[in-house]
């Protein structure tokens, strides 16, 4: 009965002001306050969907079985195209960005558009001699106008029907994509990795027996670098698609051989797939008081992954400011900070650290989750044991260091794809396939360098075909390219060299704002 009946978009959109959850996927109202708790995935990717018609986001993370599951959250259908709607949890209201005081001199619009403020011969800025200033909110908002302009200038129109057309044109890649086998995984590759992986490891171990600890712990990083390719496979259900048999293999390799909790990982990755590059949204680009890729963190976000604000304070300012140059010290320091946020995360996931009731919790996510700290406990045991087998201080400190910081290249790999493209919000219109090109690039390499960036260099693919196998992303770009010359949408690719120099113009642009929202406060 539920798919007989005909639901308007005003009786949609007054569902959902009454506080339900109301996604739209292939003409069908699903209402999903039901499983919204249960959703293996996490609340947060299904309040990101309310008011959207999500169809694309569904169909590309899930496998055709869970697909199957959806008509018994089905209370209706739509018979006309739907306009998707801001989701209540990204409702905010506009940013002021009303002119400051006429008597105000200084252009500071068109000195954000140029990127360039003008300088004295000694490179500095001058000083602001009006003694006017311009509020922070104001600043921030005439920044983010820019970006957005930009976003629009470089990408199709966002009016609905060039933003249709460019979804039927995704589906008809998609079912392209399924036709070519390009979801089939071919184990032979990843056994191949396999040997990889042993024989860094067993080159850690017999190096270690010698003696030779700080050479051992370079092996022990380019292990961990490598292996962790296999556990991000595995967190997208890439490898078999069973979900029980990836997820362990995922937990093993994440949580036992590395000591980082894939729970973490899925929940904070599901997030930044649905909404890359989202200052409040995306928790992967929320680094303040250490980085900021966009100027919407000079007003101080809240972010609705963490619950928590961010405040953009002196240090935020200082550190911001720099960060051109304090990039790749942060990136190869940045695994221990994924020890924390795992701990956080697993010990927070406790039915005894939260609201929920343990007959509340489902079976099987508290057997992940025991699992996990098992595997996560096992993990420190190992590596302490490692660590006071060593016989001088200073020795187990570089041993720390050195295979901490050889993650710097997997750190690296992980934001090039991100850090420097657009952070601009262009509202709920805008295409899924538009969104994921215009947030990400790729990195081009030859072919016989893939197992260097383990798929990451595809991060387009990727970010399109979330359950792909890594090793089939190469045929599928000459699809996604050709599906980029048919719509007019700009496809982003460096090389790894051009790629860098690309993030840190972005760092340097952003910095230089807080150059200029600072000489605008004087």
């Known amino acids: 009965m539920a798919a007989k009946n005909i639901i308007s978009p005003c009786c ?81 209201p506009l940013r002021d ?52 302009e930009r976003a629009i200038r470089n990408y199709p129109s966002l ?103 894939l729970g973490w990982w899925k929940s904070s990755h599901n997030v930044h797939h649905l909404v890359p590059n989202h200052p409040e949204h995306d928790p992967d680009i929320q680094n303040l008081p250490l980085l900021a890729t966009s100027p919407t963190f000079f007003s101080s976000i809240r972010s609705t992954y963490y619950g928590s604000v961010f405040p953009w304070d002196a240090a935020s300012g200082f550190c911001v400011g720099i960060q051109k140059y304090t990039y790749y010290p942060i990136m190869a320091i940045a695994r221990f900070n994924l020890y924390l946020l795992s701990w956080q995360h697993l010990l927070w996931s406790l039915p005894a650290f939260t609201n929920r009731k343990l007959r509340s919790t489902p079976t099987s996510t508290l057997s992940i989750l025991y699992f996990e700290l098992a595997c996560m406990a096992v993990y420190w045991y190992l590596h302490i044991s490692i660590l006071l087998s060593i016989p001088t201080c200073p020795t187990r400190i570089l041993f720390v260091l050195i295979s901490h910081s050889i993650s710097l290249l997997l750190h690296i790999q992980i934001t090039l794809s991100h850090f420097g493209m657009s952070t601009a919000d262009l509202g709920p219109i805008e295409s899924f396939a538009q969104k994921q090109l215009r947030t990400t690039m790729d990195v081009e390499c030859p072919p016989w360098f893939d197992w260097f960036h383990g798929g990451l260099q595809f991060q387009v693919i990727h970010h399109l075909f979330p359950r792909m196998p890594k090793h089939n992303y190469r045929e599928a770009q000459a699809l996604v390219k050709e599906f980029c010359e048919e719509t007019g949408i700009k496809y982003t690719i460096f090389g790894f060299v051009e790629a860098n120099k690309f993030v840190l113009g972005r760092l340097g642009e952003i910095a230089e704002q807080v150059g200029m929202l600072k000489f605008c406060q004087k």
């Open 12 to 92: 949609i959109k007054d569902l959902i002001a009454e506080g339900y959850l109301i996604v739209i996927f292939e003409q069908k109202v699903l209402r999903l306050d039901a499983w919204v708790e249960r959703h293996p995935g996490g609340k947060l990717p299904i309040l990101h969907m309310v008011g959207k018609d999500a169809s694309d986001h569904i169909n590309v993370y899930h496998s055709a079985d869970t697909l199957k599951l959806i008509s018994r959250y089905q209370i209706g259908t739509i018979d006309e195209p739907w306009i998707d709607i801001e989701p209540p949890i990204s409702a905010k």
């Open 159 to 261: 009016d609905p029907e060039t933003q249709h057309g460019i979804n039927l044109k995704f589906r008809e890649l998609h079912q392209r994509v399924h036709e070519q086998g390009l979801y089939d995984c071919h184990y032979s590759n990843y056994f191949i990795d396999l040997l990889r992986y042993l024989v860094l490891l067993g080159l850690f171990v017999v190096s270690f027996y010698k003696e030779y600890y700080l050479v051992s712990s370079c092996f022990l990083g380019c292990f961990w670098h490598q292996i962790m390719f296999v556990a991000h496979d595995a967190g997208h259900l890439a490898i078999t698609h069973n979900v029980v048999f990836d997820t362990i293999l995922g937990v093993v390799i994440a949580d036992l051989c590395c000591g980082l909790s």
């Open 97 to 148: 960005t009303k002119l400051y005081d006429a008597k105000f001199k200084l252009p500071v619009e068109s000195m954000i558009r140029s990127g360039l403020a003008k300088k004295t011969h000694s490179g500095k800025l001058p000083r602001n001699e009006s003694k006017t200033c311009i509020t922070t909110e104001v600043f921030t908002g005439l920044a983010e106008k820019e970006d957005i």
